[in-house]
């Protein structure tokens, strides 16, 4: 079992859905950040500055999302944490940003998504000259002021 998570800036957080397929969650989460960042009447350059909610999503350097790799929050010595499902394996493995770079063995970067929208795609926080925020530690980002989703075994 897999539990989405939306946790806020003072560190409480909640469940907003479950499922026994992790994949199951990844309309979850497209349509919380829709609902969040999205769905109101601002400009899209007002919306790329007033977000709420991210989440952490791994793209490779020619800017398509990884499939099979979860953002899984902050764990293990304040490091940054996904779960990870290899190829031809039903397992997800948990890992930090570190491992994972080993495992890939290529360039990839985190991107922190806002929503997706029918005709642009994948809409991801970027900083005020519009280049992708790849970093947690941006400042631009600024990730003590938004709420975040991350994924957990229910058992873990």
Same mark, same amino acid.
């Given at each position: 079992?897999?539990?989405?998570?939306?946790?806020?800036?003072?560190?409480?957080?909640?469940?907003?859905?479950?499922? *026994?397929?992790? *994949?199951?969650? *990844?309309?979850?989460?497209?349509?919380?950040?829709?609902?969040?960042?999205?769905?109101?009447?601002?400009?899209?350059?007002?919306?790329?500055?007033?977000?709420?909610?991210?989440?952490?999503?791994?793209?490779?350097?020619?800017?398509?999302?990884?499939?099979?790799?979860?953002?899984?929050?902050?764990?293990?010595?304040?490091?940054?944490?996904?779960? !990870?499902?290899?190829?031809?394996?039903? @397992?997800? *493995?948990?890992?930090?940003?570190?491992?994972?770079?080993?495992?890939?063995? !290529?360039?990839?970067?985190?991107?922190?998504?806002?929503?997706?929208?029918?005709?642009?795609? @994948?809409?991801?926080?970027?900083?005020?000259?519009?280049?992708?925020?790849?970093?947690?530690?941006?400042?631009?980002?600024?990730?003590?002021?938004?709420?975040?989703?991350?994924?957990?075994?229910?058992?873990?």
């Amino acid at each position: 079992m897999y539990q989405l998570f939306k946790k806020d800036n003072f560190g409480h957080g909640e469940i907003v859905a479950s499922s *026994e397929n992790i *994949e199951d969650l *990844e309309q979850n989460i497209v349509n919380i950040l829709n609902v969040d960042n999205l769905d109101n009447p601002l400009t899209l350059d007002e919306k790329m500055k007033n977000y709420t909610t991210i989440y952490p999503t791994i793209y490779d350097k020619s800017g398509n999302r990884y499939s099979g790799v979860f953002y899984s929050g902050i764990k293990n010595l304040n490091k940054h944490t996904f779960l !990870v499902k290899r190829q031809g394996s039903k @397992d997800l *493995e948990e890992m930090n940003y570190q491992e994972l770079s080993t495992l890939l063995g !290529v360039e990839f970067s985190v991107n922190f998504l806002l929503g997706y929208d029918k005709v642009s795609g @994948d809409v991801v926080a970027v900083t005020p000259k519009g280049n992708a925020i790849t970093s947690f530690d941006n400042k631009d980002l600024d990730i003590k002021e938004r709420e975040y989703l991350y994924i957990r075994q229910a058992n873990a």
